[in-house]
């Protein structure tokens, strides 16, 4: 049980089937919790031919390299939210080149809207969530197992930043796009 009282009247809350789930809810006033996921915005960051990444601070991942990212918050848009973000987190001005994918798992709190970027100004600076920024080339990227011990939001977040590096994970074939970047010019 996620609340024991009610938010909105202070009510104890009982649980009960609200739209075929038992859900929390309030007798006196009629509030009934959804338990919905946040969605967290994120860029995979091209700058001076280089991977962004910033090296994260707090759990889950703490001590892995990850694309800069945050919540998103109400009064802006998702990709207001990855812009917002990538300047706090690691100092970079980017412009979004088109959605890199959306990951989500049913057991996890947060939805993840990754884009493809490329940075238009700035200098990498890790902000307060990150121990330290790192430039990427590509085929170079740091070695990250899957955590050993992690609960299920840990591997789940490994494997979604796994493959939303995969393209800069080895080497660029001859004369193939930067990824992200299918037939625009910098
Ligand atoms: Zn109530």
């Given amino acids: 049980?996620?609340?024991?009282?009610?938010?909105?009247?202070?009510?104890?809350?009982?649980?009960?089937?609200?739209?075929?789930?038992?859900?929390?809810?309030?007798?006196?006033?009629?509030?009934?919790?959804?338990?919905?996921?946040?969605?967290?915005?994120?860029?995979?960051?091209?700058?001076?031919?280089?991977?962004?990444?910033?090296?994260?601070?707090?759990?889950?991942?703490?001590?892995?390299?990850?694309?800069?990212?945050?919540?998103?918050?109400?009064?802006?848009?998702?990709?207001?939210?990855?812009?917002?973000?990538?300047?706090?987190?690691?100092?970079?001005?980017?412009?979004?080149?088109?959605?890199?994918?959306?990951?989500s798992h049913p057991e996890v709190r947060v939805v993840l809207i990754t884009f493809h970027a490329h940075s238009t100004g700035g200098e990498p600076l890790a902000g307060d969530d990150a121990t330290g920024v790192g430039l990427f080339a590509r085929g170079e990227l740091p070695l990250q197992p899957p955590p050993a011990a992690g609960t299920t939001t840990d591997r789940w977040l490994h494997a979604a930043i796994s493959e939303l590096l995969a393209p800069w994970s080895g080497a660029a074939p001859r004369g193939a796009p930067a990824p992200g970047s299918p037939g625009t010019t910098r």
């Fill in 1 to 103: 049980m996620e609340f024991r009282y009610c938010p909105k009247c202070a009510a104890p809350l009982v649980v009960g089937p609200v739209g075929g789930k038992d859900r929390e809810q309030c007798r006196g006033c009629g509030f009934v919790a959804f338990h919905n996921p946040a969605p967290v915005g994120l860029a995979v960051i091209e700058h001076r031919e280089r991977l962004v990444l910033i090296r994260r601070a707090l759990d889950p991942l703490a001590g892995y390299w990850a694309p800069p990212g945050g919540y998103v918050e109400l009064g802006e848009s998702v990709p207001e939210a990855v812009v917002r973000e990538a300047r706090e987190e690691c100092g970079l001005d980017i412009a979004l080149d088109g959605l890199a994918g959306v990951h």
